[in-house]
């Protein structure tokens, strides 16, 4: 019987594909075992070709971006694990007063946003601490408070469910709150188009001095991390009344809720709520993802008995403990 990997290796003799690939080393949160399959790809036209054979012959495939928003199961991963790393930049016109830029989606988004600042930009300052890549921040429509990456998206380059790349605009890509098409379709996005205004780096370099220091001042940055596990609560009458703090606003922050529910430095394993944001879970050395995924759950049910709100997962699981 012909393994995955002689599957593969026959039909892409000159790609480098690793066994068993440590993909711990590859996320932001250090857990979770290995890939069985583990391939970098930068070359568009060897992507697509790629995503083309996995998706004819039915084999297992997982885009995996900077691996910031992920959490990877214990035993690992069957079938290949794919990291995007076309990272070109370039800018491609003008759109009623603005620029359009494009970027792969294997470009780290915080150099996305130097890129953009140099090019006289402005408008993505505030994504400037949002690690990962392009892709990832398209996939999950990353925010920075209120700002949502999509409202300077215009387009998004995807290899669709029949292997063909296409062009889907804003509106296609269905983008909400923490959300977008592909998290339900599984297209594979190539590169996207964004739309910016002209701007004065002194402004650009004040924006981004403001979100660095809200960010080292709010969030625990020297240790392993996916970030905010939960997302922000939808607000409701109850927690209106509650918090008027937060009336005003679409949502309570999580990590406020977590706080109040007395959760900071609850522990599983080396797993921990963090005491500085309380929607991160920070690993102390040798987390594992089971341990995450208990955490969650004694988190999830404590918020629930307190504030009867049921807090969503931010992150994303690849594969299951
Ligand atoms: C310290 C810290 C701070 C953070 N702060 C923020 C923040 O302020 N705002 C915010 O929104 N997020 C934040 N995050 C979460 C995370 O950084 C973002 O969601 C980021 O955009 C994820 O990008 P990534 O490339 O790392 O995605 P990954 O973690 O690699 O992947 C996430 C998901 O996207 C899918 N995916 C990735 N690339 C592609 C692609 N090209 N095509 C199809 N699917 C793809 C993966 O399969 C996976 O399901 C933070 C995380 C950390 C660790």
Known sequence: MTTLQE?????????SFQLNYP?????????????????????REQIIALVQFCQKNQLPMIILGGGSNVIVADKGLDGLVLKLTNSDFSIVGKQNNETIIRAGAGLRTTLLVRKTIDAGLTGL????????????AVFNNAHYLQDLISEYIWRVE??????????????????????????????????????LSAGLAEESQKLIKQATLYRSETQPLGLPSSGCIFQNTPNNPELQKRFPQFAERSHVPSGFLI????????????????????????NRGKGRASDIQKL??????????????????????????
């Open 23 to 43: 993909l711990a080393t590859k996320t932001y949160f250090k857990v979770g075992g290995p890939a069985e399959l583990y391939l970098e790809l930068a070359e």
């Open 158 to 195: 995807i290899i669709n469910k029949t292997g063909e790349a296409e062009w889907l605009d804003n509106k296609e890509c269905e983008f909400g709150y923490d959300s977008s098409r592909f998290q339900r379709t599984g297209e594979v996005i190539l590169q996207a188009e964004l739309h």
């Open 259 to 282: 706080d109040q529910a007395g959760l900071k430095n609850t522990r599983e394993g080396d797993i921990e709520v963090s005491d500085k944001h309380a929607a991160f879970f920070v």
């Open 7 to 15: 599957q593969f290796t026959t039909a892409f003799p000159h790609l």
């Open 125 to 136: 300052e505030y994504f400037l601490g949002v690690p990962g890549n392009l892709g990832g």
């Open 296 to 321: 969650i759950e004694r988190v999830k049910s404590v918020v629930k008995d307190k504030f009867g709100v049921e807090l969503r997962e931010e992150v994303f699981w690849l594969g299951k403990s």
